[in-house]
């Protein structure tokens, strides 16, 4: 059995979900930060 | 903790934490996770497969570490009333959750080659899947919570409940001896030669500053949507 195709969808299924973790973390800390200053400013 | 109380001290510290957490999170994960793939041998039984450990390993650690982190924030909230411990909770919950199914959808690729099965109803492996349910469960609890204008009491309840389960998980390899292996690597030594465990420690120190990033954005967040509730419902007055 080749184990090469096990190893990428290991490491794929690890960076694709740490990925997507980290940029809606990221979205939503960027979005409510900016509807937190432009109230401020009001 | 207790000086972190204040969240405007608590933003001052998290806005650069966060940069630096994700900086060198992404240069020691990716530089581990290529030496892994490329600097190291192959395992004399396991062959290549092995290179999936330097995944699988903190996936593991931050999918547990994540539930301790739960349960000392809901510790923080119910016996010091900590004005930030439901708001870490909250904030660790997905973070948590993610590695959890990192290490279970890792743990099954790597048990393929190596045990001949996707899955096996192994104390290690289901005490995981019940953890991995623990967090949704908490996630949907401590929203529903704060929705209806809870502190988060009940969830931090739910948080120290669910806690009973890390034991589970630690020493489900000795209470059961099935089909996951025993422990490779303990507080005395490793069983694992140097030549391929070297990585591990770059993976295991980068996922967890990119864990603690992702944990300190949704705290930003929370604070921020916070502070437009509050704001407008004192317009709204």
């Known amino acids: 059995m080749n184990p090469w195709p096990f190893v990428i969808a290991a490491y794929g299924a690890a960076i694709a979900l740490t990925a997507a973790l980290l940029l809606w973390a990221h979205g939503s800390m960027r979005r409510a930060e900016a509807a937190a200053d432009a109230l401020k400013r009001k | 903790m207790h000086a972190l109380a204040n969240p405007a001290r608590f933003l001052r510290f998290a806005r650069p934490a966060t940069t ?9 994960a990716v530089g581990g996770m290529a030496a892994g793939l490329t600097l190291t041998p192959p395992d004399y039984l396991q062959g290549e497969t092995v290179r999936i450990l330097y995944i699988h390993v903190p996936a593991a650690w931050l999918g547990m570490a994540g539930w301790l982190g739960i349960a000392g924030a809901s510790v923080s909230q119910l016996v ?4 930030l411990a439901a708001v870490a909770g909250r904030a660790t919950a997905p973070a948590g959750a ?16 190596t045990w001949g099965t996707w899955w096996e109803w192994d104390g290690r492996l289901t005490s995981m899947l019940i953890l991995f349910f623990l967090y949704l469960g908490y996630i949907a609890l401590a929203s529903a919570e704060r929705e ?24 489900s390899v000795l209470w059961w001896r099935t ?21 591990l420690p770059l993976t295991m ?14 705290m930003r967040a929370e604070l ?3 502070k437009v509730e509050a704001r ?6």
């Open chain 2, 20 to 28: 630096w957490l994700l900086l060198v999170g992404l240069v020691l």
């Open chain 2, 80 to 83: 010091w009333r900590h004005p």
């Open chain 2, 98 to 113: 993610t590695f959890a199914a990192i290490c279970l959808t890792t743990g099954s690729i790597w048990g393929r080659p």
């Open chain 2, 148 to 171: 209806r204008g809870g502190e988060g009491r009940i969830a931090a309840i739910y948080g120290l409940v669910g806690a009973i389960n890390l034991p589970v998980i630690h020493y």
């Open chain 2, 179 to 199: 089909l996951h292996q025993g422990q490779s690597i303990t507080v005395t030594g490793s069983s694992i030669d140097s030549s391929i465990l070297w990585p």
């Open chain 2, 205 to 218: 120190a980068g996922f967890t500053c990119l864990f603690g990033a992702a944990v300190l954005m949704r």
């Open chain 2, 224 to 226: 921020a949507e916070a």
């Open chain 2, 232 to 237: 407008l419902r004192r317009m709204s007055a």
